[in-house]
């Protein structure tokens, strides 16, 4: 069975019980760095084996795991960060089990998009979760669609680009378009900015920020 665990996007006690034990249990854990997910499993004294499995090898790697699966391994995927294949690999993997009609089960637990998305204060009955947008070709046209949605939509962002994002935002949903810009989530440095695209354009000119950023916007 290949079981998707997700781990803290900030603090370490944001990880579930069942997430712990399973952990513990597997043969075998991929991890999208082992260097990161070192620090997560040397806190709760899982000394499973680990072994990479990220978006520079997941081609390479999966039909491998599959193999391994087979064979009746127990293997856990592990992002940095968050649940697997939101924004980081899981997904190949997922499909390829499928395809093999090797189990698999999702186990729930941290994600940013739903904090922040609860955190801004904006309508979230319904929502459209966009991952991170395209540096350069298809940005305008995805801004054009994100603009033109009638519910709240959500988006990953680097620090060093927020203040642009921001702007082009603005650009095509108007700067009085209400948003939030949330900042480290469940880190010692949370951060939630609220208020008009305007103000938050304002608010993030030539200022200096770290960290995981999610950028909710309101409906048209």
């Known amino acids: 069975m290949l079981f998707l665990v997700p781990t803290p996007i900030g603090n370490l006690k944001d990880i579930t019980l069942r997430s712990l034990e399973v952990l513990k249990e597997v043969d075998l854990i991929l991890s999208e760095d082992t260097r990161t997910s070192g620090v997560l499993l040397k806190q709760y004294d899982i000394t499973v084996p680990q072994k990479s499995y990220h978006q520079h090898n997941e081609h390479q790697m999966t039909p491998r795991v599959i193999e391994w699966l087979q064979a009746g391994q127990k293997i856990a995927l592990i992002s940095d960060a968050g649940t697997p294949g939101i924004s980081d690999p899981g997904f190949l993997l997922v499909r390829a089990c499928h395809e093999a009609e090797l189990e698999v089960t999702a186990l729930p637990g941290p994600t940013a998009i739903i904090p922040a998305l609860v955190v801004s204060g904006l309508p979230c009955d319904k929502f459209y979760f966009e991952g991170f947008l395209p540096h350069k070709k298809g940005r305008k046209t995805r801004l054009e669609f994100l603009a033109g949605l009638p519910c709240t939509f959500s988006l990953y962002e680097s620090p060093h680009r927020v203040h642009k994002c ?29 208020g008009s695209l305007e103000h938050l354009i304002s608010e993030y000119h030539e200022k200096k920020v770290k960290g995981e950023i999610v950028i909710v916007v309101a409906g048209r």
Not at 166 to 185: D, F, M, N, S
């Open 166 to 194: 921001l702007v082009q935002l603005g650009e095509h949903c108007g700067t009085e378009r209400k948003a939030a810009v949330i900042r480290e989530i469940s880190k010692i440095h949370e951060e939630v900015k609220t």
